[in-house]
């Protein structure tokens, strides 16, 4: 579809190079970044990124100890990179879905589960309680077979299952198979929106949010105590740091093989009308996605736009973060197809949005959590593209390993355990394409290859 000068043509014709949700006009003018006249400045808790994860940190920090003083530092703009770049799909699921779950934590899975869901209700209740105007729609998913291997992974012997009259039903796509409807854990939302609300919610807290202000590093004090964070405007004092920064360059060395970058591509079609969304069935709001290893995952957006992602995860060499990557006309090419493709009813509507961002993806396929320097250091990262609600689930554990107490959270081997890191390069580049390569072939056959055996008996893997 795209010629050589990477003009995109057909349905994708005029489509802008920007995420759906931050492409609007009432996003909040950035926050002043720290100056010199903060040299000095001290506080009880540094935050360092604003995205959820820091946002929730910042936030039940607060609400968990009013009074406390907060300084959340973000090197770029509120919501700018994973935050406002995703599907804005908020589960309930803390494991990346019930198999890894139960694969990895099988004595503690229900608990996991319990938790998830209060965490989701959490969620809602702070939308709620503070106003915060972000489409939250709780109206559940929608898993689809599109190859016939993939019917039996919706467990057709147990209640709930819809053979492919049954799904179609549902939504209705010429590609599915049959379906499994789940209707309370799992909500859709304008990730941006709640982003910016609760930045505005922090604010109102106490919480002072800097903007355009990156943290180059952290490093014990060396006299009083406490923590120093260096930013290249002023030194700040703080008892304790929350590090939430997602797939960028940790602050700690142990983590720096712990999690690498993978690009995920979005496209999102113009408003639908009332005729196309009758034609498509797709009346209940339910958010899909397919049962591949290289999945689709799509939704309704409070406007009626189809937002349509996933597929291709790709990873660049070297563990790189860099905003070239996200034009890949090849792959938005490749999801218009599988878009006409799902839905031939809509095969001329056309794509305004195209987008892509980094995903902390690590080889458990989940977040994982620790603490160091003595108490002064927390972290939350790897949530390899189920950040949107585990993020709060994230936060409180990192404040509560701060504040060194033994609670549900804690007590958990989740949160007790760590994944195995990636390789140093030219492995980890092999292993990952390998792996790709791999679970390609198992979505077209059904089978999976040696390599992935072996993966499987190590506890490892490669997931978006």
Known sequence: MPDAAGVLTGTLAGSVLRPLWLDSSDRPAPRPALGPADAGLAVDLVVVGGGFTGLWAAVRACER???RSVLLLEADRIAEHAT????????ASLTHGEANGRQRWPGEYDELERLGLQNLDEIAATIERYGIDCGFDRSGTLAVATRP?????????????????????????PTYLAGRVSHDDCATLDPARLAWGLARVAESLGVRIAERTPADGVRAARVGGGVVVTTPYAEVRARQVVLATNVFRPLL????????PVYDYVLATEPLTAAQVAA???????GISDSGNQFHYYRLTPDDRVLFGGYDAIYHYGRSVDA????????????????????????????????????????????????????RIAYATGFTGLGVGASRFGADVMLDLLAGASTERTRLEMVRTSPLPFPPEPLAWVGIQLTRWSLAREDRTGRRNAWLRVLDRLGLGFDS
Request: glycine residues 10%.
């Open 65 to 67: 100890e009013p009074g």
């Open 149 to 173: 291997h993939e019917v039996a992974g919706l467990s057709p012997s147990e209640p709930g299952f819809l053979g492919a009259e049954e799904v179609r039903r549902v939504v209705d796509s």
């Open 84 to 91: 406002g770049r995703n599907g804005g799909f908020c589960e």
């Open 253 to 260: 060395k142990r983590l720096r093989l712990s999690v690498v």
């Open 324 to 375: 070239a990557h996200e034009d890949r006309p090849a792959t938005y090419a490749t999801l218009a197809r599988h878009f006409a493709e799902t839905f031939p009813q809509l095969a001329d509507v056309r794509f305004t949005h195209r987008w892509a961002g980094a995903i902390d993806t690590c080889t458990r396929f989940c977040a994982f959590f620790g603490v160091t320097r003595g108490r």
């Open 280 to 286: 498509v069935g797709w009346t209940d709001r339910v």
